[in-house]
């Protein structure tokens, strides 16, 4: 029996077509990839959206990835009507020792 492996050795987690992330999105897409993590598109099947999600690589000082979200949280509070323009984060969550950040789907 073959264990699956969900990092590579750089802590970015590995991406699988069609897997579910925290039994919601449905992983479909590579977006993009950076220094701190990966961005997929995926299908959120509570809201049957499409939504990018960002997964960062893991890290061991969970304080230093949750820095982004606090910021992103103080520009929802103060952007309540979107009128700035910014994305929009629409959740947070820990899956497999990741911090992940759905956005809405832009263009």
């Known amino acids: 029996m073959k264990i699956r492996k969900y990092d590579d050795e750089k802590g970015r987690y590995i991406m699988v077509a069609h897997d579910h992330i925290a039994y919601r999105y449905e992983v479909l897409e590579v977006m993009g990839q950076g220094a701190f993590g990966q961005v997929l598109?995926?299908?959120?099947?509570?809201?049957?959206?499409?939504?990018?999600?960002?997964?960062?690589?893991?890290?061991?000082?969970?304080?230093?990835?949750m820095t982004e979200v606090k910021i992103l949280e103080a520009l929802l509070k103060k952007d309540k009507d979107s009128s700035t323009k910014s994305v929009q984060m629409k959740d947070h969550f820990?899956?497999?020792?990741?911090?992940c950040i759905a956005f809405e789907l832009l263009g």
Do not use: G, P, W, Y
Not at 41 to 65: F, G, P, W, Y
Not at 94 to 99: G, N, P, V, Y
């Open 41 to 65: 598109k995926c299908r959120d099947h509570k809201t049957n959206e499409m939504v990018a999600i960002k997964i960062l690589r893991r890290m061991k000082d969970d304080q230093t990835s």
């Open 94 to 99: 820990i899956f497999r020792k990741h911090l």
